[in-house]
Each structure stands twice: as structure tokens, then as C-alpha cells.
């Protein structure tokens, strides 16, 4: 497989579709890594992903407007889209597009998607706009690149289970490809967010992975989860967090509770935690 | 451009692909025309301008069970799908998609698209269900059968302006292609729903357009709007309609009422109102 040397970054829709139109011309398939930018290693191995699935790999840096709500940290939310084209251009990406808040969200924009199943609950019941925000901003960029496959961080766990309902409802002709989640040497995964937290607070942070594993051992071990959820709370509070917004064990299929209160089908367990004014999450495999 | 003889009509998204691929690989282009079936001269001529602008037509013969209200004549609907794919092959059309609804929103389904601007009012008020049922099965039929182009009928002008405006907002890389309403010899609008009518209520039915045209003439004058939406009102009443959902005259270009009162830019007429359990809409450019 050729790469081309260097990064293009396009800004307008027509540019992107030009580029697009030209590989598809030349036979090349076509992959796409949503980011709102910010990015880290965790974004780096979603981009490694989509080149071992696709001959060209588009990545969008884009800050999207509609899946925070008005007191989230939208106008904080990192920015650095030179950084961002830098280590692009060193993981065989050809193309960052980073569209305009105003262009895609002209005014006179009219249209929304909303998203139940596995967006009920969890993230869906602290978060309401975001699942709503983020179908709306990958419907359109899915619509804007046509990719043929595009690939999402199971970090986002809960995101990439309601991204994947979608696409299936709207019978959108794209391939999801999952990557599991990038974390540091101790554990904590990989975020944006995390430039946000002070030296202490990062130590606390640390500490969220090592409670999810013991906690998706003990509901692989058969206790009912009633326990298996206040002791993690618990533990979650001990390890230094201020807040906990929830630490629950679901289906991995589709984020549905286990009726009967113990594990008997494939499971993650997903927590949301917060220390100071970030909010930081956090999923593994049961 | 040649055209093959015979109509193919195919019930799975995987066999509707499949010749879809075909063409686009021997690098013909693709229009659609969604249908709910029960066609007539008012649909053969989308498909004959569908023709006109692509190699190949693909007609949906599908009752999209979201876009009816519980209340609505949903079962009572016209099904014919052997006479339209007879009808179709008249026209040069290759491949009629009739799905099954149990395929098109299997157990599971969550995802809804809500339109507001264009949607509100009119019809937004009395089929409250209805835009947000079309934008979700014309997205999946986009997306289920990719076209260059699609075709809808000026008949349905609201919607059509509701489809226009879901379609930019969402990118969907599809033209959107209108037909001026077929009316038969009296001037009435072409609709399936015209099949329920007793021949009185034909003759009644065959009185709006005119109504409409006097109307529109009216508005075109200069003469405020409330005075002529109201003898318009009296009129349609007159003429032996049972009940008046709306007669509004609005904005050609996005629905959006004249503030001022009176027509200072292109504007349109439409109505809506019911002869015993049918409900027959119309529209005019003023």
C-alpha cells in the first residue's frame, strides 16, 4: 500500500469530498476516525486500526457543539489541531478534516436524532444530550466522507454500542471496527480529559481501573450485583473520588440490566466518576 | 440508454445492493422514487422524470407504518403491488423495492429523526407523527439504496421541503429532484387517497384546486392574508367539505408565515381538508 508523505487538512465539505471521490476513483477503500481532536495515544491506535482496514484513513477534528450540554466543558474541551496534524501526519493519515461549527450547523439547521435502547441509562441518564449530539455529528460525517469502515474506541463504550444501533437503523454502508482501550502504564485510560487533572488527582485517577477488574471478578465469580455495585461504589469514594454519577455491571450485547441480578450472559462493567470539575469514565470486560 | 425489458422486484436491502452495485460498477447513475405504493399517473410521472435525470430508477412500494398516527388509515392504506409493478414496466422502470415492515424496523429498533423548521405547523399540526416517520424511512431508503438523485412530488410540498431541508442538514449526497402536482381534468391533485371517494364526494373534492387558484390570486393581489385565508376557509366549506384542517398561504421557500400580513416574497397556498373519513391536502404557487 502507497501512503501519500504529507497531511492534507481541509476545512469545507467539498474539499473533503473531492479528495474522497479521487481515491474512491482510483479503487482505494476508505476509512474514518471521528475525533474531536485533543488527540493522544488512545486516538493514535484508533488511526493504526482504520490503515490496517482501509488503503486512505480520514480523521475529523471536530469539537461538537450539540452533544455537550450548556453546562459541560464544551468552550474548555483542549483544542490543538497543529499538535493534532503533527502526530497525524507520523501514523499514515492522509487527511484530517476539520469542519467550521458554522458549517455544519448552519443557521436554519433543523433536524436531530434521538437514540433509546442502548442509550438509555448510564451515560444516557447523566448526559441527555449527548447520544443525541454525537448520532447527529457521525450521521453527518458519515454522510459527508462515505467511508467504507470507521472505527471507534471501546472506551466509549456506551457510544460505540449506540453508534452501532444506528448505523443499523439507518442502514448506513459503513463498517464499525472497535478498538479496545488505550491506558497508561498504571492503568488509567487514555483521555482527553485527563490534561485537566492536577498531580493528585491523577494518582486518585489511577485507581478507577483496578476497582473496575476487581469488581468484574467478583460478578464473574457469580455474587449478585446489588453487592458487586455498592462495593465498588464504596471503593470508588475511598480511592479519593468526589462523585460518583454511576458504577454498574450491564449485558455487553446492549447495555440492558440482568434481570436476575447476577451475570449469566456477557457483561462489562462502566463507571463515571468525578475529581474536582472533571468528570472521567472508565469500562472493562466482565 | 438502454433499458431492460423486464421489472425486478427485489424484498431484501441485500438484493436491492447487489444490482445497485452492478450499475454503479458499469458506471450508470441511480435515481429513486419512494413510493408507498397504490400508484398512479401522479407517481408514473416522478418515475418518468426520474428517468429523464438517471440510467436507472428504483421505485420503493413501501407503507411506512412510522409516518401514521394510531388513529390514521394505516390498514385501510391501498396495497396493490402486483397492478404498480405492472404499471411500472411501462415506464422504464428495472427494479421495484417493496420490503417487508418486520425488515425495516425489526425488534430492537430505537433510532428517530425529528425535523423542526419547515415541519412546524400545517401538517406538523394535524399529523404531528407524520415528518418525523418520512425523514426516518427516506434516510433509510437513501442509505439502503444510495442514489444520485431522488424524486418527490410538489403534491406533498411540505414534505417536500421538510425532505430538502433533513437532506442538507444531514448531508445526505443525494439531489433532491421535484415534480409538479398531476391533476386530472378538473384539476384535482392525483392522490391514492382519492380511491376512497363516493362520486359525490368526488365532485366536491374536484372544487379545491379551484378555491386554491382564486385564493392564491387574491394573496397575489396584495390583499391581506387573514382576509383572504378566511374567504378561502368559507369557500372550501361551501363547496361541501366537511371539516377545514388548514388553509394557509406561507412562504414558497421554508413554510415560514409572512409577518407583514401580506405576500412581499414567492409564496405558496396550501389546505387540507376532509370529505367524510378522507382527507385530501392540495397546494398552489401563488
Redesign the interface.
Known amino acids: 500500500m502507497t501512503q501519500p508523505a504529507s497531511l492534507l487538512v481541509v476545512r469545507s465539505?467539498a474539499e473533503l469530498?473531492a479528495a474522497v471521490r479521487d481515491w474512491k476513483r482510483q479503487g482505494l477503500t476508505v476509512g474514518l476516525v471521528p475525533t474531536m481532536g485533543a488527540l493522544h495515544d488512545g486516538h493514535l491506535a484508533l488511526v493504526r486500526e482504520a490503515v490496517q482496514h482501509a488503503d486512505r484513513v480520514v480523521v475529523s477534528n471536530f469539537v461538537n457543539p450539540t452533544q455537550f450540554a450548556p453546562t459541560e466543558d464544551l468552550a474548555r474541551y483542549p483544542r490543538q489541531q497543529a499538535e493534532d496534524a503533527r502526530l497525524l501526519s507520523g501514523v499514515g493519515c492522509p487527511l484530517m478534516f476539520a469542519p467550521a461549527p458554522e458549517d455544519m450547523y448552519p443557521e436554519?439547521?433543523?433536524?436531530?436524532?434521538?437514540?433509546?435502547?442502548?442509550?438509555m441509562g448510564l451515560e444516557g441518564d447523566f448526559r441527555p444530550q449527548m447520544f443525541g449530539g454525537v448520532?447527529?455529528v457521525v450521521?453527518?460525517l458519515f454522510?459527508?466522507v462515505?467511508p467504507d469502515l470507521a472505527v471507534f474506541g471501546e472506551k466509549d463504550y456506551q457510544q460505540l454500542m449506540v453508534i452501532r444501533?444506528?448505523v443499523r437503523?439507518?442502514?448506513?454502508?459503513i463498517d464499525i471496527v472497535a478498538v479496545p482501550t488505550q491506558r497508561d502504564e498504571a492503568g488509567l485510560a487514555l483521555s482527553s480529559r485527563n490534561a485537566y487533572l492536577s498531580q493528585d488527582e491523577l494518582a486518585v485517577a489511577r485507581r478507577l481501573n483496578r476497582i473496575l477488574a476487581a469488581a468484574a471478578a467478583d460478578a464473574a465469580s457469580g455474587r449478585p450485583l446489588p453487592g458487586v455495585e455498592r462495593d465498588a461504589y464504596a471503593a470508588v469514594l475511598k480511592a479519593g473520588f468526589e462523585r460518583i454519577d454511576y458504577v454498574a455491571v450491564r449485558r455487553a450485547e446492549?447495555l440492558s440490566v440482568f434481570r436476575d441480578g447476577v451475570v449469566d450472559a456477557p457483561a462489562r462493567i462502566l463507571a463515571a466518576a468525578w475529581l474536582g470539575k472533571t468528570r472521567l469514565i472508565d469500562n472493562l470486560a466482565v
Do not use: E, H, Y
Not at 437503523?169 to 454502508?173: A, C, E, H, I, S
Open positions: 465539505v469530498r436554519g439547521f433543523a433536524t436531530s436524532i434521538a437514540v433509546t435502547g442502548p442509550a448520532a447527529l450521521t453527518k454522510n459527508q462515505q444501533r444506528f437503523d439507518l442502514d448506513l454502508p446492549d
